[in-house]
């Protein structure tokens, strides 16, 4: 309906009904978490855009605190 989804990633996380738009985050080398994308669907794996389509298509920058 909206057209082809490009640059999106898998990963395999804890995910639920009504999980889209939660915020992805990985814990960083310095022990915090750093927000990596936005989870939008599931199947058998996780699917999440990343944070950069964020910046590049709303062109602002998620808080993290």
């Known amino acids: 309906y909206f057209g082809t989804l490009k640059n999106q990633y898998t990963a395999n996380y804890s995910r639920g009904q009504g999980d889209s738009g939660a915020p992805i985050y990985r814990y960083n080398s310095a022990g915090g978490r750093e927000i990596v994308g936005v989870h939008w669907g599931a199947s058998s794996v996780s699917y999440f855009s ?3 389509g964020i910046r590049t298509d709303l062109g602002v920058n998620p808080l993290t605190n």
């Open 50 to 52: 990343p944070v950069s």
